[in-house]
């Protein structure tokens, strides 16, 4: 199973060889080590953590202690696997290890977007502006019959929107560039620019 941990650096676009031009995301994947392997027999679950970008000031003892004799990482992630042993603590990857044309699947944290109202939360079309609708172009209406004296669990209201975890599936590996660890993913991916994103190949799990 493939898999690699990544910081998302910008979109732009780019041609296809048959002269098509999609839009592309670049993202800075890899050097990533294995710092701990995971087994069914000592953890309860087959899973590789692994390391990425580093520390180089206040690295708590706890996480010092860990990683021991590895460098102090920045980013700790677990990735699920079925074949444990095929991996060995301290064993570094990079972008190498995937190829123009595959499908990989891409997690990571929208940016946040603060209280919204229904209309761009959940997609209301919201109230004519006019025959006595006034100043109620954009409010959520009636929610509901009001004998049970309260609102009911997951009602669609307005509220706190993004800053959620989002997983996009089947993006293509447009480009690999080896020499600078970056991956060109076709498409869109979750998050800010800088933000932390997991990458693996489609069809795999990740951790719980």
């Not at 995971?38 to 010092?64: C, H, I």
């Not at 603060?114 to 209309?119: E, I």
């Not at 979750?190 to 933000?195: D, I, M, Q």
């Amino acid at each position: 199973m493939k898999f690699i941990i990544g910081k998302k650096l910008e979109m732009t676009q780019t041609f296809l060889p048959n002269g098509r031009v999609v839009p592309v995301t670049i993202i800075l994947a890899g050097q990533c080590t294995v710092t701990q392997v995971k087994t069914t027999q000592t953890d309860g679950y087959a899973a590789v953590q692994v390391g990425f970008g580093l520390k180089k000031r206040n690295v708590t003892k706890s996480k010092a202690g860990h990683l021991k004799e590895l460098p102090p990482f920045r980013v700790l992630r677990e990735f699920r696997v079925s074949d444990p042993a095929a991996w060995t603590r301290g064993t570094t990857f990079d972008v190498s290890a995937f190829a123009p044309g595959e499908l990989v699947t891409v997690a990571g944290t929208v940016k946040g977007r603060g209280f919204q109202g229904v209309v761009k939360r959940h997609g209301f079309a919201g109230h004519p502006s006019t025959h006595g609708h006034k100043d109620q172009e954009r409010m959520p209406g009636s929610i509901s019959a009001g004998g049970v004296q309260h609102v009911f669990k997951g009602k669609r209201m307005a509220g706190r929107m993004g800053g959620n975890r989002v997983t996009v599936k089947a993006l293509e590996v447009i480009a690999v560039d080896i020499e600078h660890n970056r991956l060109v993913l076709s498409g869109s991916v979750p998050g800010a620019r800088g933000s932390l994103l997991l990458i693996r190949a489609h069809g795999g799990a990740w951790s719980a």
